[in-house]
């Protein structure tokens, strides 16, 4: 029998999780998401009873042939319907140590599920059960690299001024932008750090061609993301070594992964001086979503058939 309709369940959509959906999709799986209610005053107990209940509901009368549960903090909602084999994708911060709580809810959930997901080798070597690693895929017709010039005309950025990206807010504490300051700061060539948040989504390919560098200061990341969406558009990366940087970085030219602020000011003073860009894209090949969409439908097959 054909596998034809997912039940997806998510505390908050983020793009890679969206593209997921478009992938399956267009290989002809249904999918209905549940997305955690955030109302005016916050995701507190009231928000959870009511995803614990559409929850219910849907399995209890939808037609699903499994249930998805996109983040530990949703697996338990999915192991409370009986009647659906359950895949848990554990998306990394839940079992990074951000919080010993959603680290024991995310195991918990993991060790009752049907399949497990790890989106990465750094996620991957956090968890003590059996487990299948499924890169999240990128857009790479989206995040393509584009005439920087032409990058810049768009965005009104100097055409002459050497561009670091931050890709965060730098008001995120964990982002740590107060140590990109200081690597910027000892450059011996003149560099603007730049900040991005609030851009539309489709914009970011723009930010990238447009930029000389991306930068990643994080004290800690289950990913991230922006790594993989750099490389595709073959933007140079300088960035600590956290997440699955050390893993996506690998065999990439013109990239590094540094400790010290010393050592970051000068691996990005290096790149910066050179003017070249990373040859990522030839790299980072199979992490389009194509590859993660035909990952994903093969995991659902084999699952679906054992229930």
Same mark, same amino acid.
């Given at each position: 029998?054909?596998?034809? @309709?997912?039940?997806?369940?998510?505390?908050?959509?983020?793009?890679?999780?969206?593209?997921?959906?478009?992938?399956?999709?267009?290989?002809?799986? *249904?999918?209905?998401?549940?997305?955690?209610?955030?109302?005016?005053?916050?995701?507190?107990?009231?928000?959870?009873?009511?995803?614990?209940?559409?929850?219910?509901?849907?399995?209890?009368?939808?037609?699903?042939?499994? #249930?998805?549960?996109?983040?530990?903090?949703?697996?338990?909602?999915?192991?409370?319907?009986? +009647?659906?084999?359950?895949?848990?994708?554990?998306?990394?911060?839940? #079992?990074?140590?951000? @919080?010993?709580?959603?680290? $024991?809810?995310?195991?918990?959930?993991?060790?009752? @599920?049907?399949?497990?997901?790890?989106?990465?080798?750094?996620?991957?070597?956090?968890?003590?059960?059996?487990?299948?690693?499924?890169?999240?895929?990128?857009?790479?017709?989206?995040?393509?690299?584009?005439?920087?010039?032409?990058?810049?005309?768009?965005?009104?950025? *100097?055409?002459?001024?050497?561009? #670091?990206?931050?890709?965060?807010?730098?008001?995120?504490?964990?982002?740590?932008?107060?140590?990109?300051?200081?690597?910027?700061?000892?450059?011996?060539?003149?560099?603007?750090?730049?900040?991005?948040?609030?851009?539309?989504?489709?914009?970011?390919?723009?930010?990238?061609?447009?930029? *000389?560098?991306?930068? #990643?200061? @994080?004290?800690?990341?289950?990913?991230?993301?922006?790594?993989?969406?750099?490389?595709?558009?073959?933007?140079?990366?300088?960035? +600590?070594?956290?997440?699955?940087?050390?893993?996506?970085?690998?065999?990439?030219?013109?990239?590094?992964?540094?400790?010290?602020?010393?050592?970051?000011?000068?691996?990005?003073?290096?790149?910066?001086?050179?003017?070249? $860009?990373?040859?990522?894209?030839?790299?980072?090949?199979?992490?389009?979503?194509?590859?993660?969409?035909?990952?994903?439908?093969?995991?659902?097959?084999?699952?679906?058939?054992?229930?």
């Amino acid at each position: 029998m054909a596998l034809d @309709s997912v039940l997806q369940l998510v505390t908050t959509r983020r793009s890679f999780f969206d593209q997921q959906v478009r992938a399956l999709e267009a290989r002809g799986v *249904d999918c209905t998401v549940l997305e955690v209610p955030q109302p005016d005053d916050g995701r507190g107990a009231n928000a959870f009873a009511r995803f614990y209940r559409n929850v219910l509901r849907e399995a209890t009368f939808g037609e699903y042939d499994l #249930v998805h549960a996109n983040y530990g903090l949703v697996g338990p909602f999915a192991l409370a319907q009986p +009647t659906r084999p359950v895949v848990l994708s554990i998306w990394g911060s839940e #079992v990074m140590g951000y @919080s010993n709580r959603l680290d $024991r809810t995310t195991r918990f959930a993991a060790r009752h @599920s049907d399949a497990v997901i790890a989106p990465s080798g750094a996620v991957s070597r956090e968890l003590d059960v059996p487990h299948t690693v499924i890169p999240f895929g990128i857009d790479t017709d989206l995040f393509r690299p584009i005439d920087r010039d032409e990058a810049r005309e768009y965005l009104g950025w *100097d055409p002459d001024q050497r561009i #670091v990206l931050f890709p965060y807010d730098s008001t995120r504490a964990v982002k740590n932008y107060p140590l990109a300051e200081r690597v910027v700061d000892r450059l011996s060539v003149d560099a603007e750090l730049r900040t991005v948040s609030g851009l539309d989504y489709e914009e970011m390919p723009y930010v990238m061609n447009a930029s *000389d560098a991306l930068l #990643v200061t @994080s004290e800690r990341e289950s990913g991230p993301m922006v790594v993989k969406e750099a490389l595709a558009c073959d933007l140079p990366v300088v960035s +600590t070594d956290v997440g699955f940087v050390r893993d996506v970085l690998a065999g990439v030219s013109n990239c590094s992964i540094d400790r010290s602020v010393n050592d970051l000011s000068a691996s990005l003073d290096s790149i910066l001086k050179r003017g070249l $860009r990373a040859d990522g894209r030839d790299v980072i090949g199979d992490l389009g979503i194509e590859t993660m969409g035909d990952e994903l439908l093969t995991l659902y097959t084999m699952i679906d058939r054992l229930a």
